[in-house]
């Protein structure tokens, strides 16, 4: 998607600017949940998994640099690393299990703000090239979602449940502080 480059950005709305800023920070926040993970857990296929999506957030993270300037990203991004590396290896110290239910919690977030965004674009009719990269990149990510829900079969725990509603609570924060910082 080299083409997404070419993209105006002086021409870009500020709701698509926030949006955006969003993005390159929950991508920022993503690629440090999975340095967490490979910081903290020791079974293989938690680390696997990790590495491999890791590198798929590595890119959505290269795409969005793409388009919005580093002038424009949030100016909180050293928080969203820090809270990304703990979103990690907080659930990495409890297991398997912790880990693809905070995963799958990320990625039902992450799945319906792309949504969210792409809707917009679709009412708006505008900026084709940035909707099929954020297109692209919600798909990944409902993989990587759906990869997470099939690893962690088992029904979670409350205070699992408690931890994965606190994700995405913390989620929808992060979402709103850096669109506007």
Not at 56 to 75: D, F, M
Not at 148 to 154: D, H, I, K, T
Request: charged share 20%.
């Amino acid at each position: 998607m080299n083409h997404i480059a070419a993209l105006p950005i002086h021409s870009m709305p500020a709701w698509l600017e926030g949006e955006l800023r969003s993005d390159h920070a929950g991508e920022t926040g993503a690629v440090m949940i999975y340095r967490g993970i490979l910081a903290i857990s020791r079974n293989p296929a938690a680390r696997e998994f990790a590495q491999r999506h890791m590198v798929t957030e590595q890119g959505h993270l290269r795409l969005i640099e793409q388009v919005l300037p580093a002038a424009k990203h949030s100016k909180l991004l050293p928080i969203w690393r820090v809270a990304g590396w703990l979103t990690g290896a907080i659930p990495a110290l409890f297991g398997p299990r912790a880990i693809f239910a905070t995963i799958d919690a990320v990625e039902s977030f992450v799945d319906h703000h792309y949504q969210q965004q792409i809707d917009r674009l679709d009412a708006e009719r505008s900026f084709p090239a940035l909707r099929a990269m954020l297109a692209q990149c919600q798909e990944e990510e409902v993989h990587h979602r759906d990869e997470a829900r099939g690893l962690g079969v088992a029904p979670p725990s409350l205070a699992l449940l408690g931890w994965c509603w606190m994700v995405g609570a913390g989620s929808k924060a992060a979402v709103m502080a850096a669109k506007r910082i």
